[in-house]
């Protein structure tokens, strides 16, 4: 398997962030040598889904998600997105408190 460069966030988009999990995925397959019609049905996603997730890097992410499951890698989707780390002791309290939003009443 040929090691993939990192991404550079300061050219990429969305598709070629989809594209390259895409590659990801098929090279983990490979390296399980598992099919698409074996890494689909332990996804329990369709063929033709994964088939056009592998090619184009499009799908829902209820497939990706199915797929590094049934890949064993389903923990590396946790840490997305988390929150940076608070900056004072203020901040860190203030994520702490419950918020709770205030209603708004619909317009009439």
Do not use: N
């Amino acid at each position: 398997m040929v090691p993939q460069p990192p991404l550079d966030a300061a050219w990429i988009g969305p598709t070629d962030v989809a594209l390259a999990l895409a590659r990801r995925t098929k090279a983990v397959r490979l390296v399980q040598g598992w099919t698409q019609a074996t890494l689909a049905r332990r996804a329990g996603v369709t063929l033709a889904s994964y088939r056009r997730f592998e090619a184009t890097g499009k799908s829902s992410l209820e497939l990706v998600l199915r797929v590094a499951h049934a890949l064993g890698r389903l923990a590396e989707f946790a840490v997305l997105l988390t929150p940076p780390p608070a900056s004072s002791i203020e901040e860190l309290a203030a994520r702490s408190a419950p918020s709770i939003p205030e209603r708004k009443r619909g317009v009439r």
